[in-house]
């Protein structure tokens, strides 16, 4: 019970920073035309750029928006570090001196470099200029890019994910020395620990590994995990749905993997045994591909576009009552997206369970595969090729 109260206890601290953050507006966020992050969503047009702006990474950190009696944009949450390495070197400010603006009108300066903030990139102005000149295309002429080392908001979110995973199952690991049986919220977690294990790790990767690679296996599962929990909360999270992060999980699957490999995983890779050789060399190169370039992006793209996905397909049932509040009425239009959004929500839940388990359960195929030990045994005939048991041909068979 103590676990579990200390528990509720960290997540009501952290509800409560998050929900009575600083509320932090500009006077610049008066009904501008140009405002494309917290602004009112009614056309479709709004929705559209809604929702791409929702799935996207973000500066700061923003609960809601509203607009105040005398007109101007409020925005609730709280800014977080922009760290950038710049031409004279490393830059610091807090996102907030942004005011929210997204399409390069708000100057930033700081010392002596002036900054602008475009479609969630931060670019740095050339020596003179005072404002960003775009193109036709939208593009900034007289700016470019720097290098962004910023907490944003995916970044947060992985950090305080990361710390409540540590916290949990530091305090799992402790009960297991004192205890057989855990108490508290850590028999939620022993059954899920024990699934990833019994489940996923041992039939995959084998008896004889099994347990070098668990760790990581728990890792990736807990974390995709409870990502794609808190991204389905009014949060606003979507680290899952970010390629970066995506990429990177299927990276350390990939270096895994590689790194484990055995002689006879490198073997029958590089060198098929059993088919002729005019053919091996094409083989190699087919298996080369899937190992360091069709795997990994399988995982990464899998997880990304699911989680993607589904975000674009619940707000997109939420902007019903905007869309479709003159023909259904507010009432008819309300009640539609409630029930429509509610139902797929219900799916999204278990869809995040689901990528968690499909993208371990591959990492543990893929590991499994490069440190299985094949068996030498069976006979050859003169050519090299493999004679097949009875008994295997049997099995095959049946």
């Known amino acids: 019970m ?16 998050l929900f009575t953050a600083v509320s932090f507006a500009s006077g610049s966020d008066k009904k501008q035309d140009h405002d494309t992050d917290g602004g009112r969503v009614n056309t479709k047009a709004e929705v559209d750029a809604y929702i791409l702006h929702h799935i996207k990474d973000s500066h700061d950190f923003s609960l ?8 101007e944009r409020k925005h609730v949450g709280f800014p977080l570090p922009v760290i950038l390495w710049t031409s004279e070197g490393l830059v610091t400010f807090m996102s907030s001196e942004f005011h929210h603006n997204d399409d390069g009108h708000v100057i930033v300066e700081k010392k ?24 036709e295309n ?42 057989n049986v855990p108490t508290g919220f850590a028999r939620v977690l022993e059954p899920l620990v024990l699934y990833v294990r019994d ?27 409870v990502l794609n929990l808190v991204g389905l909360t009014p949060f606003g999270f979507n680290v899952t749905g970010q390629l970066a992060v995506t990429a990177c999980l299927a990276i350390f699957t990939l270096v895994i993997y590689t790194v484990s490999g055995n002689k006879d995983y490198w073997m029958h890779m590089l060198w098929m045994p059993g088919v002729p050789v005019l053919i091996r060399p094409v083989l190699a190169i087919i298996e080369l591909a899937g190992a360091l370039i069709i795997k990994p992006f399988s995982l990464l793209v899998r997880l990304f576009a699911n989680i993607s996905a589904g975000h674009i397909v619940v707000m997109s049932l939420i902007a019903i009552m905007f869309t479709l509040k003159e023909s259904l009425g507010v009432v008819g239009a309300t009640g539609l997206s409630f029930v429509l959004s509610f139902f797929i ?21 893929f590991i499994g595969m490069a440190v299985a030990e094949h068996d030498h045994d069976h006979k050859h005939d003169k050519k090299g090729h493999e004679i097949p048991d009875s008994e295997d041909v049997r099995g095959n068979f049946i």
């Not at 809601?64 to 007109?71: I, K, P, R, V």
């Not at 002596?112 to 193109?135: P, R």
């Not at 489940?199 to 995709?224: Q, S």
């Open 2 to 17: 103590k676990v579990a109260q200390k528990t509720i206890q960290f997540l009501t601290i952290v509800a409560i920073a």
């Open 64 to 71: 809601f928006s509203y607009t105040s009696d005398s007109g």
């Open 345 to 365: 929500l219900l799916i999204e839940v278990l869809v995040a369970f689901l990528q968690a388990y499909i993208f371990t359960m591959l990492s543990a195929l």
């Open 199 to 225: 489940e996923i790790a041992r039939p995959n990767i084998g008896d004889k590994h099994y347990r070098r690679f668990t760790g990581y296996l728990l890792t990736v599962f807990f974390f995709i995990w």
């Open 112 to 135: 002596g470099l002036k900054f602008a903030k475009i479609h969630s990139k931060i670019y740095e102005l050339d020596k003179g200029a005072s404002t960003v000149v775009f193109d």
């Open 138 to 179: 939208h593009h900034a002429e007289n700016a470019h890019k720097v290098l962004d080392f910023s907490i944003t908001k995916s970044a947060f979110g992985i950090l305080l994910i990361g710390l409540l995973l540590l916290f949990w199952f530091s305090r799992l690991a402790k009960q297991y020395k004192t205890k």
